[in-house]
DNA sequence: AGCGGTTTTTGGATCGTTCCAATTACGAGT
DNA sequence: ACTCGTAATTGGAACGATCCAAAAACCGCT
């Protein structure tokens, strides 16, 4: 930077008013000074920046699992956001791994972040966030919420979700609806179960805990739980997943030994990520809308860079989305 | 850091001793010190490290579009070799757009990255890497090579992979092959493509240009590029789609005409993205093995890290992995 | 020319670390 | 007790930016 100064016969805090694009100076001094910058090819350093001025420009994203569409499509979306809002967007994944978690946040935390959107991981302790919220970084956590932390969150309105997808395939008539995939122990299973569950105790229909089978999130989650399922004494004929790519694995499971989804198996999914649509037959599902719950996390993460310290717990819509892997004729609505 | 001097009654330069596990600290001593940071609650300031110390222990993925699972599956698979050599990987995602990946590469040599490893996005130029070379900073990329660009590179045997697979189909009695998605500017397109045009040339079958049809390189890629495909007067029997996506897209087109893919009409995929062998019926496709390539890229960047400076250009191995959407009987193997 | 006010520019202190050369502490051998 | 070599510790000068208070340059008026 004294480089700069002195090739554009300017003081070196002179350069860094430039730099930071201040309004104090003169054009005709901007100019010269730009162009020195160029002839000597010069790279700012963030580094040496942040050490002064706490206020860093950059984001973390910590995401849960990265190999999952959804959670993909949802780091694309938060992304896009922050870019407009002249931060620069960085993608961790942790492999639903808590201890994996931990170094990521602390990682970014000696890097100097700006605030953070996490997807906790499974299994996350809920003084994770404890050290980056004391220290005033702004902590988002989205899609799951690891309750005891005292940071925001974003998070669908699962519970509604579940109970909506149940009440719709107890209108076609089902009577026996499985839950499958999921982890038991984790913040989303228990509550759009808990939808399920609701929908079906109003329909006076009792639930049996045989037919919640859980497993990996993930196509196998799905292929195995419809095995049992369908292994049953008394099977069901139809099944909530977990989320879409356990339903994914449950339509390729039906196929598999001969049945037809939507005919003689309905199954429902949970996210209605972009592959949905594609899914042969289409799946119905339950769409959480992951841009537009990304795009209020960041919202809500900039919110409190900018001072804002309410801690939010926002909750996102959803609503289901009838296509036919349920076996709903189109005239059906939700 | 003075604080924790203080504290555990000790000089600074200390302190960074034993942040840094030097062997020159007495183990007491180091016990002392480690304990003033637990009741402190220190944070390391990387940034302030990287000032004085030039290597830095962060590295970044650049990649060109995070939503398509096979970039998703590399860059999983990428993180996980740069964490257990000690390094933090951040991935930014450039959706396929030169200007953001400008700025994403400018973000990161701000923040002073040990190394690079970028899949370059469709028409980056061939200066885009020209400042970080320059200045040292290893940069290798992945999956597809600018040409003219001075940087190493890690990719897969693409023509191979597509003669392979256009072999197979002609192996199988096809003699109208199709060529579809992908756009036909990038380099994957022109080394795929090469590979099928020199398979249909050897074997005394010429090409015909209306064959190939380009198009994005996603699901609606391969469902338009199928359509118009079929509207052919003389239509094809078979399709090498440019990427797994493509075929996906394809397989789901194939539905909604009341076509079985593998009896009706058979289809080839490239890349071998988990959901391939999920799909309906399973994909056949050309494997690039996501994994190794991506280890290889980051092992690659870590030797210039250790100073070998060689620039490396290498090949990755491919091959055929039948399944049933070709139309193979699985005694045929390729 | 001198004055007050506004716009630009500037030197030095500072952020939290690492590096280096110098210092001190320790043990063993005479 | 003294010296020597090694092990452990230390103070101060960097690194490259920002911030602040002060200085300089410029302007229009008298």
Redesign the interface.
Known sequence: MIDIARHAGVSKSTVSLVLRSSPLVKAETRRLVERAIDDL?Y??????A??RQARSN?VGMVIND??N?FF??L??GI??VF?GAGY??????T?ENPL?QA??L??L????VAGLIVCPSRGTPSDAFK?LV??GVPVVQAMRRVDGARAASIVPDNRRGGRQATEHLLALGHRRIAFLGGYRDTFAHAERSGGYRQALEAAGIGVDPALIIDGPPN?DGGETGLARALALPNAPTAALCFNDVVA??V??GL?QRGLTPGVDFAVVGFDDV??AR?A?PPLTTVAVDSFALGERAAQTMLRMVHGDATPVEGIGDVHLVVRESCGAGMEQAA
């Not at 790279?43 to 040496?48: D, E, I, L, P, Q």
């Not at 620069?88 to 994944?93: K, R, S, T, W």
Request: aromatic letters at 6%; charged letters at 25%; hydrophobic letters at 45%.
């Open positions: 090819g790279v700012y350093n963030r580094g040496a942040n050490l950059m990265l190999a569409p993909a499509e780091a694309v992304e896009r870019q620069v967007p960085f993608i961790a994944n492999a994996r170094e990521v602390r990682a935390r000696e890097q100097g050290g004391a220290d196509r994914f694995g339509l390729a196929r972009a592959d594609h042969s």
